[in-house]
């Protein structure tokens, strides 16, 4: 799909209300491969590779979260979607936040999962723990470390998050392998870390302003830490921006909660939409 400054990759399924799905890193739209199933026979899906990732094009800036929410929306518009649940991801998730904010009118309800926003509540790197926010934010270096060795270090990330062996599988790590190994497709990644500055300093002003989100919005977080789940951070984090907020965390669950808990995760979702 040709946007003003992106051309996406979006694969929809089924009918009805829309939902919008946004996915993170280091993932594609495939991450939500398995949820997909348990919804299409009542909602319509539509799920865009992120700018830069996948098979979306990679523009050379604008990966912070204002720019990347108004790609999004250009998208919706185009497609007709009227009036849309939104769930995101890891960096889908302060993408969808700032979609939310800036389309109020658009958004039926909000969904973030396993995420903080940043600059709001929780610090997203958790003081440091999250080790590679500061390397991905490091310019240069991490394309020239990590190029030839996209398999070593994206699967580390696969394998740490995951507190349900094999709900990432070889094949899955293949798929998502084929789409970061394309040219330029890390460095995008990366800058949407790169990013996280100024997102954070808009995310303060807006908090500053006293804006509140009015729709309805559900934060979940995997409830391992061993395989990095966040907990409650995200309804801690979004209790601080927003008026209706319910949430916590998934047992059995690390960072990769459409994959590990697709199963739990539809059935949260379909009794907070109420559609």
Same mark, same amino acid.
């Given at each position: ?11 929809? !399924? ?11 890193? +280091? ?17 319509? &899906?539509?799920? +865009?590779?992120? +700018? @830069? ?5 990679? *523009? ?24 849309? =649940?939104?769930?995101? =991801?890891?960096? @889908?998730?302060? $993408? @969808?936040? #700032?979609?939310? $904010? #800036?389309? *109020?009118?658009?958004?039926?309800? &909000? ?20 080790? =590679? ?8 270096? %991490? ?18 998050? $995951? ?6 599988? =070889? ?25 996280? %500055? ?22 979940? /977080?995997?409830?391992?830490?061993? #395989?990095? @789940?966040?907990?409650?951070? +995200? ?11 319910? /949430?916590? !965390? ?7 909660? *459409?994959?590990?808990?697709? !199963? ?12």
């Amino acid at each position: 799909m040709r946007l003003t400054r992106v051309t996406l990759h979006v694969v929809t !399924a089924g009918s009805g209300v829309p939902i919008v799905l946004l996915h993170g890193w +280091p993932q594609t739209w495939y991450e939500w491969r398995k949820l997909i199933p348990l919804l299409a026979d009542r909602y319509r &899906l539509v799920a +865009p590779d992120l +700018p @830069g990732l996948g098979e979306s094009s990679r *523009p050379a800036n604008g990966y912070d979260q204002n720019s990347i929410a108004s790609d999004v929306r250009e998208m919706c518009q185009q497609l007709d979607l009227g009036r849309f =649940h939104l769930v995101g =991801h890891d960096f @889908g998730g302060p $993408c @969808g936040f #700032a979609l939310a $904010c #800036a389309a *109020p009118q658009s958004v039926r309800t &909000l969904t973030i999962l396993d995420v903080t926003i940043p600059g709001i509540g929780p610090d997203i790197s958790q003081g440091g723990l999250r080790w =590679h926010h500061a390397f991905h934010m490091t310019p240069e270096l %991490p394309e020239a470390l990590v190029a030839a060795r996209e398999r070593e270090y994206l699967g580390w990330f696969y394998r740490e998050f $995951c507190w349900q062996r094999g709900a990432i599988g =070889h094949a899955d790590i293949d798929e998502y392998l084929r789409s970061y190994t394309q040219p330029g497709a890390m460095r995008a990644g990366f800058e949407y870390y790169r990013s996280l %500055p100024r997102t954070k300093a808009d995310n303060r002003a807006l908090a500053d302003s006293g804006f509140r989100l009015s729709m309805p919005v559900l934060a979940l /977080g995997g409830a391992k830490a061993e #395989a990095r @789940g966040r907990g409650e951070e +995200p309804l801690d984090s979004l209790r601080a921006i927003a008026s209706n907020v319910t /949430g916590g !965390a998934i047992p059995e669950c690390g960072h990769f909660i *459409p994959e590990e808990q697709p !199963a739990v995760l539809a059935e949260r979702l379909l009794a907070f939409f109420g559609d």
